[in-house]
């Protein structure tokens, strides 16, 4: 059984810094992809970036800058450190894990981690 295990999340002052991290045990195989999403109160889950079993990073446009995403697959582990945050950062964040299997792509959600931003 795939487990997928946020943590990281907190309450932080406006402009400091923040790193989630996210496990993933259970796995039966090589992950596909992992994927950080955050979903702040009444708006819809989005992407914030992506990191595939060989390190290709993918970000959202809008995510660009202070976030990065990086990865560990010995430990399954990938990481999303969080800079100069602001207040509108304030969500949950959930992590995404995508394997490939023969009979096609299979995701697993985390349960997420709160970051709460004070300005």
């Known amino acids: 059984q795939v487990q997928v295990v946020e943590s990281g999340g907190g309450l932080v002052q406006a402009g400091e810094s923040r790193r989630l991290s996210c496990v993933v045990s259970?796995?039966?195989?090589?992950?596909?992809?992992i994927g950080w999403y955050r979903q702040a109160p009444g708006k819809q889950r989005e992407l914030i970036a992506t990191?595939?079993?060989?390190?290709?990073?993918n970000y959202a446009d809008s995510q660009k800058g202070r976030f990065t995403i990086s990865g560990d697959t010995a430990r399954n582990t990938v990481d999303l450190q969080m800079n100069s945050l602001k207040p509108e950062d304030t969500a949950t964040y959930y992590c995404?894990?995508?394997?490939?299997?023969?009979?096609?792509?299979?995701?697993?959600w985390g349960q997420g981690t709160q970051v709460t931003v004070s300005s």
């Open positions: 995404n894990v995508i394997y490939i299997t023969s009979t096609g792509a299979i995701d697993y």
């Open positions: 259970g796995s039966p195989t090589t992950y596909r992809s």
């Open positions: 990191i595939s079993n060989t390190g290709n990073t």
